[in-house]
């Protein structure tokens, strides 16, 4: 083989060799993506099983997944309205996703998204879930959902506040339907472990 073909063949092959490598080691750009099982998956997200594949097409690659959720609280009612459900999903090392739901007194549509936005992004596309739902640009998901008629607790009519933050920039519709499919699944979830006594206005 003449000298000036010999080069790069030589490190054609060498590439060749590290890609390998790197791809069997899990290296970047080649990173194993971990597995995510519905029997780890919060409860608080509703079935497991359609929690994680939703999960699957909205979290960032990483090469493990863990879980941290909790709920608290039960049934609304006069005596108890101290229902809280939380869920965090962490990646190697920081969080990738997180989402939660409390009882609050419901609010207007206007006085609702002000409370739930965070400082700086106001920029909200609205969709049709329980009273009135939100997905903002940076990814923030908010339901308020129907829960308590006025005269169950005091103080008028109570409704569950439902939020799923997705730390990521990823912007496809994929990962934006995602994202409003477990926020719509954690309200239903919340809505039912309550014994809510108004319609919860959540999508089928």
Known sequence: ????????????????????AFYALGLPPFEKRGKIEAAKVCESLGDPKKAASTLRTVLPKEPEYSFRGRVTGGL??????????DCAVYGEEKTLLSAG???METQSADSWAKYSLEAGDEARENFDAGSGGFI?????????????KAGTIPGGEYSLRVVVDLRSNEASDDVRRGLKDLAVE???????????????????
Do not use: W, Y
């Not at 954690?186 to 089928?204: I, W």
């Open 1 to 20: 083989m003449p000298k000036k073909f010999l080069i790069p063949v030589t490190a054609l092959v060498v590439a060749c060799l590290a890609a390998g």
């Open 76 to 85: 609304v009612t006069q005596q108890s309205n101290e229902f809280r459900s």
């Open 186 to 204: 954690a309200g239903r979830f919340a809505h039912k472990e309550t014994d809510c006594n108004l319609p919860s206005k959540l999508p089928e």
């Open 101 to 103: 739901t409390l009882v």
């Open 136 to 148: 903002t640009a940076g990814n923030t998901v908010a339901i308020q959902v129907p829960c308590a």
